[in-house]
């Protein structure tokens, strides 16, 4: 969805191999090699888990463009050997390993890299600081979008969103049991992670869960802010201008997780 007023709205899920979509989303006699094509077709944005685990090639990023149609976008999850370390501020050549490796191969179908944080590591400002400074806003003038996920409590704070403003860097808005809800618009982009679903749904979620979340996604799209998510500065006055929103299920309700982002993509037509 998208209009003069609105930014585009992308629903996805979390990677493309996973053996019980066999029969539920994929074909069962779908070949393993046409699944990326496959679920391409079907959702305009994927999460790619598997950067995080290993570090990937140009030549497989440009597999991945080829087998994706015009208009598909990938967000990417930057290494865990980048974000899983006691000092941020030692992370630059993790970081620029991973910029090398080819992301941006993918040419137009590069989207947001996600930063996720193990929901062990609390907020120092200082540190938090000098990792966000590693991150380079382009490369060779392709502008990167970053996004962070944390998911320790001390980060409801304030001071570190404000950090994230200063960087105009989103914050991931975290639907989840235990890790922090934070709405807080802190970048020209929203993204959302919504992991409470139910394999038990046939869409994951329960319709009008998705016609809640519809709404939200719309709110976000035209530059808002949804009136029922918390937010940690709530003091702060958000311009209001169109974003594009990028919502993903992931972890929960994985079985369905396909069929959630479909609905959601089919409400949006309306």
């Known amino acids: 969805m998208t209009t003069a007023k609105h930014g585009i709205i992308r629903a996805g899920m979390g990677g ?19 699944e990326l094509r496959y679920a391409a077709e079907h959702v305009p944005t994927i999460e790619v888990n ?4 290993r570090t990937q090639t140009p030549k497989t990023f ?3 463009a080829s087998e ?32 090398e490796s ?39 003038g392709v502008k990167l979008r970053h996004v962070l996920e944390v998911r320790h409590e001390s980060f409801c704070t304030p001071d570190f969103i404000a950090l994230a403003r200063q960087h105009a860097m989103p ?21 959302a992670r919504l992991q409470k679903g139910s394999d038990a749904e046939k869409a994951c979620y329960a319709p ?8 939200r996604l719309t709110t976000w799209s035209a530059g808002g802010v949804p009136d029922d998510l918390p937010r940690v500065d709530d003091k702060h006055k958000t311009p209001k201008k169109p974003r594009d929103v990028f919502v993903y299920f992931i972890h929960e309700g994985k079985i369905r997780a396909p069929q959630a982002a479909m609905a959601i993509m089919e409400r949006l037509k309306g």
């Open 16 to 34: 493309w191999t996973f053996e019980p979509w066999r029969g539920t989303f994929y074909p069962e006699k779908l070949a393993h090699a046409r």
């Open 50 to 53: 598997g950067t995080f685990y």
């Open 62 to 64: 440009a597999k991945w």
């Open 68 to 99: 994706t149609p015009d208009g598909f976008v990938f967000a990417l999850k930057g290494p865990r050997y980048a974000v899983n370390r006691r000092v941020l501020a030692e992370a630059g050549e993790s970081i620029q390993r991973f910029i």
């Open 102 to 140: 080819g992301p941006l191969e993918l040419g137009e179908k590069l989207g947001p890299l996600l930063w996720q944080f193990a929901p062990t590591k609390k907020f120092d400002a200082d540190d938090f600081g000098a990792f966000l400074n590693l991150l380079p806003p382009s490369v060779d």
């Open 171 to 191: 914050v991931v808005f975290a639907e989840h049991a235990s890790y922090p809800a934070i709405a807080d618009i802190t970048g020209d982009f929203v993204y």
């Open 208 to 215: 009008k869960a998705l016609d809640r979340w519809t709404e």
